[in-house]
């Protein structure tokens, strides 16, 4: 997600300091997302730098004045253009699980079921408490709610993909001519998990 249009965003609701676009980024995204003072600081200075935003006062950038900050009509102009775009998921080939696994295809001697399985492991508790935290959260809390259902469905995916690298690591370590009859007849893969 972008800091950059996140900060836009809220600015668009009022006026606000740099601890409180903090705690308001903080409440938006139920803590699922930590972000640290100073990354709304760095952030704040090069939407100024670029006309995004100025000080209440309209006297200086210091991101540690008390001065709440505001939105410029460019920085109205660039939130509209951010609220009327789709968001891509340009750069999931450099997610860090997908290069493990990709890579530990390729090297001999890694164990890749076992990496599946440690892996499979460690979403399964992360279910378990976004799960639990889920639940916790107030019906109202529709920003909080919005949230956890996204982690929630992004680790059902996971899941789903780790089953997929199981499956594949099973088939491809099966003789040639049994690797052909199971891509005739896939539920006969050795190992493959049955929901």
Not at 82 to 98: A, K, Y
Request: aromatic share 6%; glycine share 4%; net charge neutral.
């Amino acid at each position: 997600m972008s800091v950059k249009h996140a900060m836009l965003a809220l600015l668009s609701r009022r006026p606000c300091t740099t601890y409180q676009l903090r705690k308001d980024f903080d409440l938006s995204t139920s803590q699922a997302w930590p972000l640290n003072i100073g990354q709304v600081s760095t952030t704040l200075q090069r939407l100024h730098r670029d006309g995004l935003v100025v000080r209440e006062s309209g006297t200086d950038d210091d991101t540690s004045s008390p001065e709440p900050w505001r939105l410029t009509e460019l920085g109205r102009a660039e939130l509209n253009t951010w609220w009327h775009s789709p968001v891509l998921r340009e750069h999931r080939g450099r997610d860090e699980l997908v290069i493990k696994f990709s890579l530990a295809v390729l090297v001999p001697g890694v164990d890749v079921v076992g990496l599946v399985q440690r892996q499979r492991t460690a979403m399964q508790r992360m279910m378990h408490d976004v799960t639990r935290a889920r639940r916790e959260v107030a019906m109202n809390d529709l920003a909080a709610r919005l949230v956890l259902d996204n982690y929630i469905f992004t680790i059902e995916a996971e899941l789903r993909w780790l089953d997929s690298v199981e499956e594949s690591v099973a088939r491809a370590s099966l003789p040639h001519e049994e690797r052909v009859a199971v891509e005739i007849e896939p539920e006969t893969v050795p190992g493959r998990r049955t929901r």
